[in-house]
C-alpha cells in the first residue's frame, strides 16, 4: 500500500479474514491438550497404545543434575523408557544423551527450547522441531520417532512441523503434576494412578526441572512403587517404541538400540550362556 493510498473497506474485511484465519489454524489444534476431547477423539494422540504395555516417559532433560538419578533407578528396574529432550539441551550435554541411549532407552523431540507459542510462526516452529530432530539423530545414530511439544500445546505450525520431520505427536493418558512446588512422592503417585485408564497408557513424568530447584525428587522417589504396582497387576513398562503406536509413515522401522535388553535382562541372558 503506497503513502496516501487509503483502506478500502474490501481490502480491510480481507486482511482481518486472513488474520483471523490464520489464528484459527495456529490455535484450534491446541485444544487437543483437554484430556476429555483427546481421550475421546484422538486416543492414538492420547498415547493409548497395546492394552497390556505402560509407555513410561520422561520430559525437559537431559539434565546433569538429575537425569543420571533417573537412570539409576531405571537400571534397577529393570525398565526402559522414552525421553522427550529439548535439542538445546542435548547440544549442551551430549554425552549425557548418549548415555540414555547406551542405557536402553528411547530419545524423542520435545523441541528446541520450552517456549509457549503464542503467536502463529509456522517457520519458527518447523526450525526448532527440525533442529532438535537432528540433534537427536547425531546423538542416538537413529531417526526419532516421536514429538510433544512443551507444555502439550500442539498448535498448527507444531503439528506441521511434526509431519515436516516424520514425526508422529504423542501426549499423554496420566501425568504426575510432579512439577509443582509442593508435589510429594505419594502425591505424585497417587495422581498418576488416579488417571490411569488400565487399557495402553501413556505416563508423563519429568527427569528434569526448568525451574532450577529440585522438583525432579518426588517423581524419582515414587518411581520403583510405581513401576512395581503396575507389574503386579499384569502390565509390561517400557518405551513408546514398545507400546504399539503406528509412527509416521517416514519413521525408520530398521532395529533401534532400545530393542537390545536392559542390563539386569542381559546380565540373566550372560549367565544362561
Do not use: N
Request: hydrophobic fraction near 40%.
Amino acid at each position: 500500500m503506497h503513502p496516501g493510498h487509503p483502506i478500502t473497506l474490501p481490502a480491510l474485511r480481507a486482511s482481518l479474514a486472513a488474520t483471523a484465519l490464520a489464528a484459527t489454524a495456529h490455535i484450534v489444534p491446541a485444544g487437543t491438550w483437554l484430556p476429555g476431547l483427546r481421550r475421546t477423539f484422538l486416543p492414538t494422540l492420547t498415547g493409548l497404545g497395546d492394552p497390556d504395555h505402560v509407555a513410561l516417559t520422561f520430559d525437559d532433560g537431559p539434565d546433569p543434575r538429575s537425569t543420571p538419578h533417573f537412570l539409576d533407578v531405571l537400571d534397577g528396574l529393570d525398565t526402559r523408557a522414552t525421553f522427550f529432550v529439548m535439542g538445546e539441551r542435548l547440544a549442551e550435554h551430549p554425552e549425557l544423551g548418549r548415555d540414555i541411549v547406551r542405557r536402553g532407552h528411547e530419545l524423542a523431540v520435545h523441541g528446541w527450547t520450552h517456549s509457549r507459542p503464542w503467536l502463529p510462526a509456522p517457520g519458527r516452529d518447523l526450525r526448532e522441531v527440525s533442529g532438535a530432530a537432528e540433534e537427536v539423530r547425531r546423538i542416538s545414530g537413529v531417526r526419532p520417532q516421536w514429538y510433544r511439544p512443551p507444555y502439550g500445546i500442539l498448535t498448527g505450525g507444531r503439528w506441521a512441523a511434526a509431519r515436516r520431520c516424520g514425526l508422529r505427536p504423542v501426549l499423554w493418558s496420566a501425568w504426575g503434576k510432579d512439577w509443582t512446588a509442593d508435589a510429594t512422592p505419594e502425591g505424585v503417585l497417587e495422581t498418576v494412578r488416579g488417571q490411569l485408564y488400565g487399557v495402553g497408557d501413556t505416563i508423563l513424568l519429568h527427569d528434569a526441572d526448568l525451574s532450577g530447584s529440585d522438583r525432579w525428587r518426588p517423581a524419582l522417589a515414587m518411581l520403583p512403587e510405581l513401576v512395581g504396582g503396575l507389574r503386579a497387576s499384569g502390565l509390561t513398562v517400557g518405551p513408546l517404541a514398545h507400546h504399539g503406536l503406528v509412527p509416521h509413515a517416514g519413521a525408520r522401522k530398521a532395529p533401534e538400540p532400545w530393542d537390545r535388553p536392559g542390563p539386569a535382562a542381559a546380565a540373566a541372558d550372560a549367565a544362561r550362556a
